[in-house]
């Protein structure tokens, strides 16, 4: 089992940056995938972007050049630097660790961006 818990949310206005980080916990071993997904209201789940444990990241068009995701491997976290923010980045943000075959999701953290 893996817990996975987000921090770094909250109430930023168009053009600030923030931080979000998630710490895992549990049984992790070998390959595997961490990630920040996002779900407006109304709207579904999307990928924010990943980053495997080796290093390899992808990024939603939307935010390439403004977020940079990163991850520390010996504490089993993951970042989520997000600059240049817009009203429309205001979502919950999950943190997801994908390990063959099991996925794990945080609990959410809200990034509200104001105008």
């Known amino acids: 089992q893996v817990q996975l818990v987000e921090s770094g949310g909250g109430l930023v206005q168009a053009g600030d940056s923030l931080r979000l980080s998630c710490a895992a916990s549990?049984?992790?071993?070998?390959?595997?995938?961490m990630g920040w997904y996002r779900q407006a209201p109304g709207k579904q789940r999307e990928l924010v972007a990943t980053?495997?444990?080796?290093?390899?990241?992808n990024y939603a068009d939307s935010v390439k050049g403004r977020f940079t995701i990163s991850r520390d491997n010996a504490k089993n976290t993951v970042y989520l630097q997000m600059n240049s923010l817009k009203p429309e980045d205001t979502a919950v943000y999950y943190c997801?660790?994908?390990?063959?075959?099991?996925?794990?999701w945080g609990q959410g953290t809200q990034v509200t961006v104001s105008s």
């Open positions: 997801k660790l994908s390990q063959p075959p099991f996925s794990y």
């Open positions: 549990g049984s992790i071993f070998g390959f595997n995938v």
């Open positions: 980053i495997t444990s080796g290093g390899s990241f």
